[in-house]
Structures are given as C-alpha cells and as structure tokens.
C-alpha cells in the first residue's frame, strides 16, 4: 500500500513517546522507518525474543498474548513495542497478526541516529517527563483513592478486618455493588423518643455517648461492620464486606454481649441516680445489596433490601414478645449446634411483607446456662411442638407450671391456645400471624 506521509506522522503524533516531535523532526522519524507487511496469524514479535525495533500499524489489526492468556487487541495507527528504542530488555508478549497488516518498522540502530537532532532529543524527554507526571499522578489518585477507603470503614470496623479490606487484591471491586449473604443485626434503645422528652440534652448526649462507646466496641471485638448509625440505632452487617465464615455465631455473640453491657451500664446509671435503659435487637440472615455509593469526597459503603427491612421490623417485635433478641428462622438454622439456647417464639407476616417469618429468642450460649434454665427453655419448646400441632391442652400443662407465670412468650402462647379452644383455627392453618406492629 501507499505510504501517506502525513497519514503517518498523524499516527506518530498520537504516539505520547512522539507526542512533543516538530513536523521536521517527525519526518526524519518517518525517514528511518521502513513499511513491512505480514500474513494473517504471522508474529510481529515473541515474548522473550530481545527487543530491537517498534511497529506502528498502518492498515490491519493485531493480539497480543502472554504465554496463554490474551492480553488486548489493536488496530490500524496503534504503536507497538516503543520501549525496544529505548531499552535492550526482551520482549514481554506476542504480538500476532489478527489479518493482512501492513506496518512501519522502526530498528533501533537507526532510530538512535536522530539523537544527534538535538530538538529530537529534547522532543522525546520532554514526552518522557509528561508521561512521568501522569504517571505520578495516577499513583496519587491510587494513593488517595486507598486512604479515603481507609478513612471512611476506619470508623466502622475493626483493625484487623480494615486490614483485610485494604490487603485484598482490589479493594474498590471488593466494595462495588453486589448481591451477597449477609447476617444483619439492628437494634435500637426501646422508647427513646419518650425517655428524650424527659432528659436534658446534655444528659441525652452523655447517655448516647456511653451506650454507643459500649456497643461499637463489642461489634468492633466481633468483626461486625457498622453500616449506619439511625440516631440511637445501630444497623451491623456480618460476612460483609468480607465473607468470614464465622458470621452467624459472631452476630449472635455480639447480641448477647450488648444485652449484658446494657445491664452493666444500667448499673451505673442506677447508682448515679439516672433512670435504666432498655434494648432491643434483632439478627437476620439473607441476601442484600451491597456496595459503595457516592465519590471520594462522600462515599459510604451500604446495604439495602427486603432483608434489611424485615431486620428491622424483627427488632421492633421485641417489645411485643419483651425479650431482648430476636433472630429469624435463617439465622437460626445458621447457628453452631449445641452452642446458642433457643427458643421458637412464634411465626408471623410482619408490616409491609407477606411471607411469613418464624422468630425465636436467642437466650444466651449454651455453657453459660445453669440446669434449671435449660429445663424451662427444653420445656417451653415442647410446649411450642405441642401447639404447632394443635394440641392445645398439652401446650398449656406445661406453660401453666409456676415457672412460666411472669414468662411474656409463655403469656401470650397461653392466649392463643385459649383462643383457639374456643375459635378452632381453619384446616389449612399454619399458625402464622399477621403483626400490625413495626
């Protein structure tokens, strides 16, 4: 083919190794360079041959692999191999023609002849110095991007799983969007709108402050990560943003160990002449969206889903069955055998679902129960079997026994088999019930 001259130094112009050239000194470029031609799937250069000339390509395209892998592809006015006129190092990867190409060769030798042209030399340093600033820059940006991820989960995890986070090979990818299972756990301080009216703001403040301090640091032990702070509510994620496979068991733990530090903190407040404080939590495990929204000024990693919103809807049933935790079905079939007490509660379609939920109490683990509390949780279970079934009267022999006379979940278990003694549910009863409650 016909070699356009000013085709061709538009070519080199794009080269950024050529970029600060004058059109004088593009044409003695153009003067060294020799046009070659090659044959469909015929190899421009080898990986690991010595580096000795460059290609831009005229007319054709090309792939470049490395050992099995390909790499990218290119095209007509691309420039190939541009550091062999620099440097004497092998050849990092194949090039190969994808169809008839036809190219410019430029050999070393007489490229390095232009050096005497002193505006050559000084054309390629001064790309060679543009090339470096943008390079230095894109490190920057690398640098920034890494310390803004830093800055933002140092807040919300713990040291060891920041670490992780900033280890992994990517971590943008590891925070961009996805769905993914996740155990989440909220929980909030029962009635605080009302307990808000009757403190002063700086007794509001010094509350949150020491409730806050207390659970961040447990959540912090259990290498949950806090997605969202809801003024006195807490929203944490579990196998996110990394999968850890003792997410389950760390939720549950880190439920339990809020409910003792509310009792601890209670204990000071008593003895400081403040009013206790209650709290609910709830833990649900399921798939969410999660990932990162927002720039570098304003990111925040977040989840969102029907599963967030059933977490919390779970914890606002606390109040109703007045225990402390609740956890669904599917984190309690997550559980380690043999490690958390349990106890079934009830299965109920809550607000704004229509698929029904079975919720239990999560009690404490297993090694810090003594033998009597084991008895009445055991037997309060086969209390919940026997009423599953139908069979009312036996549910309330066993939750009519003097230990479960002030038991909220044994009260109202009591109301439904009297209900349903007088008002025999329909044959297709499953024993869900709708709540109106959030």
Known sequence: MHVDRQQLQRYLRQVPLFSRLSNDDLDALCAVGDVVRFAPDEDLMREGDDGDCAYILLQGDVVITQGKFTLNQRHTGAFIGEVALLDEGERTATVTAINHVTAMRFDREPFET??????????????????????VQQRVEELTTAESLRDNFARYVSGAVLSEIMSHQDPEE????????????????????TLSETLSPEDLID?????LNRMI??????????NKFIGDALLVLYNLPLPRADAVASAAQTALDMCQAVINMNQDRVSAGKPPVAVGVALHSGQVIAGNIGNLQRMEYTVMGDNVNLCSRLEGLTKHYQVNVIISGETQSQLPPDTFITRPLDIVIVKGRNE??????????????PPDKKLFYDQFNQA?????QQNWDQCLTILNQPQYAHDH??????????????????????????????
């Open 114 to 135: 232009l050096f005497s042209r002193p505006s050559f030399t000084r054309g390629l340093l001064r790309a060679l110095s543009h090339k470096t600033r943008e390079l």
């Open 207 to 211: 509350l949150l402050r020491d409730y």
């Open 409 to 438: 979940p044994a009260h109202i278990l009591r109301q439904h088999c009297h209900n349903y003694q007088k008002n025999p549910p329909p044959a297709d009863w499953h024993g869900a019930r709708v709540m109106t409650v959030k």
């Open 217 to 226: 640091d447990i959540v912090m032990r259990h290498h949950g990560f806090i």
């Open 174 to 193: 590891l925070l961009a969007g996805n769905i993914t299972e996740a155990t989440i756990l909220f929980t909030d301080i029962r009635g605080f709108s």
């Open 356 to 369: 029904p939920t079975w919720i239990y109490e999560l009690v404490a683990r297993t090694t810090t129960l």
């Open 384 to 388: 919940f079997t026997a009423y599953q």
